[in-house]
């Protein structure tokens, strides 16, 4: 078991920046309002994510770290409509077998926290408002090769601080807070606005400089904001696609973008857009791939012709 762990571990986290995603899903999967994330030495020495979600029940706390120990699907059919952002019940446990772990955590209603160390499996009582932290330590201590493959201290954290972005566009209701080495590096509290999320975690310049997408009524809606031509800089990191509130790399999706670009921009220069897809659950397949960042459209024609004619529409629209 120790074994499968280990593997599933090496196709699901590559660095520091996989732990930060998993984690941040399991606490927006808890319902959590307001996200602390902690890092130490680009995520390498530490990675601590509070969240103030509904906590994990003692019981519960104490079989976490199994492999497919999940409370989100009961079954095999829950699979075609999962509304959580993770459902397999593995990535505890594959974090548990490559770095040091202890949950804290306290369920709604409990009286008393618990912390549990990966390590040895003890749990004890400690002081907790509602809510859990997951803190993960050296990771791939045990494997140095693995380790020798990570970056700088800089380039691990510039990942660890994409992810959180990916998940803070994603959910613009919930507070985020980015830390390194002690200091505070990102903030982004809960916004009122998906725009003013954008703002924020992107820039002014990408919301002044971008038009509103909508286009509704079809299998697959498409809503969020895309570059304006004249403008739309030369970056290939303001380009995010969501499917069913999941951030995901897909080429229909990228080929649909750009070829609603390709009059204005001749590719000369990268579009930038966030564009949120929703779609039937049962039209798409997100266990596909070790890290949730590929889906299997079912019918690939149509999530095409909906981006491309989305960002057509709004790039014609007059501009106020
Ligand atoms: P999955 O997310 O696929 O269910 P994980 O290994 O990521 O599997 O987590 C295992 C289980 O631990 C989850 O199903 C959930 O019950 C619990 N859990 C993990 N993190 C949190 C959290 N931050 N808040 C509440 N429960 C959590
Ligand atoms: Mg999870």
Redesign the pocket.
């Known amino acids: 078991d120790e074994l499968i762990s280990q593997i599933a571990a090496g196709e699901m986290v590559e660095r520091p920046a996989s732990v930060v995603r ?1 984690l941040l ?3 927006l ?2 319902g959590a309002r307001q996200i602390t994330v902690r890092l130490a030495s680009g995520g390498v020495r530490l990675i601590s994510v509070e ?1 103030d ?4 029940p003692r019981e ?1 706390l104490t079989v ?1 770290l199994r492999r497919h ?4 699907i009961a079954s095999l059919s829950d699979l075609e409509t999962v509304g959580t952002m ?8 594959a974090i548990n077998a490559i770095a040091e772990l202890s949950i804290l955590s306290r369920f709604t209603g409990a009286d008393s926290a618990f912390v549990l160390d990966g390590g040895t499996g003890e749990l004890r009582p400690v002081a907790r408002s509602v809510g ?1 932290t ?1 803190e993960v330590r050296e990771l791939f201590f045990a494997t140095p090769a693995r380790r020798k493959f990570l970056k700088t201290d800089a380039t691990e954290l510039a990942h660890c601080i994409e992810a959180v972005r990916r998940h803070a566009l994603a959910r613009p209701e919930v507070g985020f807070s980015v830390w390194h080495d002690g200091k505070l590096i990102e903030q982004w509290r809960a916004a009122a606005t998906p725009e003013q999320r954008l703002a924020d975690a992107l820039s002014d310049d990408f919301v002044s400089q971008s038009v509103s997408v909508l286009r509704e009524g079809g299998p697959v809606r498409v809503v969020g904001r895309a570059g304006i031509p004249d403008a739309a800089r030369s970056r290939n990191d303001h380009q995010f696609f969501y499917v069913n509130g999941r951030f995901v790399r897909d080429k229909v999706l990228s080929h649909a973008v750009r070829s609603a670009y390709e009059d204005v921009l001749h590719g000369q220069r990268q579009p930038v857009y966030v564009l949120y897809l929703e779609i039937d659950p049962a039209r798409v397949d997100v266990n596909v791939h070790p890290t949730k960042i590929e889906v299997r459209f079912r019918d690939g024609r149509e999530v095409h012709q909906a981006v491309r004619h989305a960002i057509e529409d709004a790039l014609a629209a007059p501009r106020a």
Do not use: P
């Open positions: 998993e899903d399991n606490a999967d808890a969240d979600g509904l906590g994990i519960e976490a120990a999940t409370s989100k993770g459902f397999r019940g593995e990535a505890l446990a859990t997951v």
